[in-house]
Structure formats: C-alpha cells, structure tokens
C-alpha cells in the first residue's frame, strides 16, 4: 500500500503523530511508502529524513499556499530541485476555501489579513499568471505530480487544459468530490476519461458533511482506471492513517465494488503516479 495523502506534526493544526511516528505506523502495517503533505510548508526535507531512516519510500512536496508565497516559481524549482515530487495548488489559501469558510492560516491571527489565491479563469492578473505558467513548465521539466488543491471545478478544468499544452503527464484531481471543489460525478468521470487521476480520501467518509458510501462509490466508479485512494489522515479525531485507508476500501467494497481494485488504487497506482518513470 502507498498512501498519496498524509499530515504529520509538526504543524499549524493538531495532528495524530510526528513524521516518525506516522512513518512507524505505516511500516507496521506493511505499507511500502507515502507523501508527506503539510499546507503552510515544503515537505521534501522532512520526506527526505525519514526514507534515510526507514525502510519506505517517503515523498515530499509543496502546497502553493501563501506561507511559500502563493503560486511562487523560485518556492517550486526549490522543492522539485531537491527531490520533491508532487505540487499542490493552493489549498488554505484558495478563494474557494474562504468562501466555504474552512481552516486558513489566517484564523490563528487576524494581522495576516484574508487575501485568497486564484487561477485561471478567477484570477485576471498578468503578473500573476505569468508566474502560474513557469510554475507550470517547472512540473513538466521535473515530471512531477500535479495536484489541483482546493481550487474550483473552473480551474481544476483550466489547469488541466494547460497541464496537457505543456506535457505534464502526472495530473492528479485533489479530493474533487469534497466540500471544496464539489464536482459533480459527471465532471469527475470526464476528467478521467481525458487521463486525470482522481482522488477519495478517507477524510471524506470520517469527516465530510453529507457525504455518503453510497457517493463515493459512484465518484469511484466515474473514476475507473485512474482512481487513487489516500487517507488525507492524521487529525487528532481520525484513526491511524494506514487504519483510515483501509476503513476506506472496506467500506467501498461494501458498496459493491471490487476489492482487487480498491486496493490497487490505494498501492500500486499511487505509486506509479508518484514515483515510477517513463
């Protein structure tokens, strides 16, 4: 099993464990490796610590939100440079998260101000969109993962179209049934059709307000081949991570759907998606 999606202390909000700790669960439950993921900083040093002190493959990356400057080039050629592997448009900063009124670094001290990030077609900024396409030749150069984050459906479909113009080939839909983007099934099954993966987390299924198995289970199927499943764990009020992902597939197969499948999309193709080359 790899595990696409994972937060660890030390962070902004509370989590479960520390990198060691959560890196000692996965190898207790035979996981082969994960991607690190923080909001607010680079991962790839942390992610680079614990391969050299375990047995499993560890990915950092970055998260373009405000903390590393937003959509920041230098921020990315640093990250991939030094061996990060996956990018994540903005999350806690995105328009769509203040709009939803979900957790931003800005709710720890109101002198930071609510300032939001956006792309293409929100964003109408020259300066700022010159920046968003280096940001994007930069994942093509390095054949790093493009993660949409928590930006709308409208520029989900947006970065997608650029990802395909400048040869990203590792497009990944963040969480896209989730309150934020909230794509329609519809939507999902053609991104997949076209060759995005797309993700479900357990953080879903614990925490998401309304969801159901039942609509995962459909988002899985429009997904097919190009499913992912991760955890997106590591809240004080989520079990373990690898017992999160594994609620996860079991409560999909519940719903009908092939367990050989589920957990192919929680092992091998993650990590294909990650770290395998042409």
Same mark, same amino acid.
């Given at each position: 099993?790899?595990?696409?999606?994972?937060?660890?202390?030390?962070?902004? /909000?509370?989590?479960?464990?520390?990198?060691?700790?959560?890196?000692?669960?996965?190898?207790?439950?035979?996981?082969?490796?994960?991607?690190?993921?923080?909001?607010?900083?680079?991962?790839?040093?942390?992610?680079?610590?614990?391969?050299?002190?375990?047995?499993?493959?560890?990915?950092?990356?970055?998260?373009?939100?405000?903390?590393?400057?937003?959509?920041?080039?230098?921020?990315?050629?640093?990250?991939?440079?030094?061996?990060?592997?996956?990018?994540?448009?903005?999350?806690?900063?995105?328009?769509?998260?203040?709009?939803?009124?979900?957790?931003?670094?800005?709710? /720890?001290?109101?002198?930071?101000?609510?300032?939001?990030?956006?792309?293409?077609?929100?964003?109408?900024?020259?300066?700022?969109?010159?920046?968003?396409?280096?940001?994007?030749?930069?994942?093509?150069?390095?054949?790093?993962?493009?993660?949409?984050?928590?930006?709308?459906?409208?520029?989900?479909?947006?970065?997608?179209?650029?990802?395909?113009?400048?040869?990203?080939?590792?497009?990944?839909?963040?969480?896209?049934?989730?309150?934020?983007?909230?794509?329609?099934?519809?939507?999902?099954?053609?991104?997949?059709?076209?060759?995005?993966?797309?993700?479900?987390?357990?953080? @879903?299924?614990?925490?998401?307000?309304?969801?159901?198995?039942?609509?995962?289970?459909?988002?899985?199927?429009?997904?097919?081949?190009?499913?992912?499943?991760?955890?997106?764990?590591?809240?004080?009020?989520?079990?373990?991570?690898? @017992?999160?992902?594994?609620? /996860?597939?079991?409560?999909?197969?519940?719903?009908?759907?092939?367990?050989?499948?589920?957990?192919?999309?929680?092992?091998?193709?993650?990590?294909?998606?990650?770290?395998?080359?042409?």
């Amino acid at each position: 099993m790899f595990d696409v999606h994972v937060h660890a202390a030390p962070d902004v /909000l509370d989590r479960i464990g520390y990198d060691d700790q959560i890196a000692a669960g996965y190898a207790a439950a035979g996981y082969t490796g994960f991607v690190l993921k923080a909001h607010h900083e680079p991962t790839v040093g942390r992610a680079s610590a614990l391969s050299r002190s375990t047995t499993l493959d560890v990915v950092g990356g970055i998260t373009l939100n405000r903390a590393v400057g937003g959509i920041n080039p230098a921020a990315v050629l640093s990250a991939l440079s030094t061996g990060g592997r996956v990018v994540w448009f903005p999350t806690a900063d995105a328009h769509t998260q203040e709009a939803a009124r979900l957790p931003r670094l800005e709710d /720890l001290d109101e002198r930071l101000g609510r300032a939001t990030l956006a792309v293409p077609p929100v964003l109408d900024d020259p300066e700022a969109e010159a920046d968003i396409a280096l940001t994007l030749d930069l994942i093509a150069e390095h054949d790093a993962v493009l993660c949409t984050g928590h930006v709308s459906g409208d520029e989900c479909r947006w970065l997608f179209q650029q990802a395909r113009r400048r040869g990203i080939g590792r497009f990944l839909l963040t969480h896209p049934s989730y309150t934020v983007p909230d794509m329609a099934v519809a939507e999902i099954a053609a991104f997949a059709q076209r060759g995005a993966y797309v993700e479900i987390t357990a953080y @879903q299924l614990l925490h998401q307000p309304g969801m159901t198995p039942a609509r995962l289970a459909e988002v899985a199927r429009a997904a097919g081949p190009r499913l992912v499943l991760a955890s997106d764990a590591g809240q004080p009020d989520s079990p373990e991570p690898a @017992q999160a992902l594994e609620q /996860l597939i079991a409560v999909l197969a519940a719903e009908g759907l092939d367990l050989g499948w589920l957990r192919d999309a929680a092992s091998d193709t993650p990590r294909r998606l990650v770290l395998t080359h042409p």
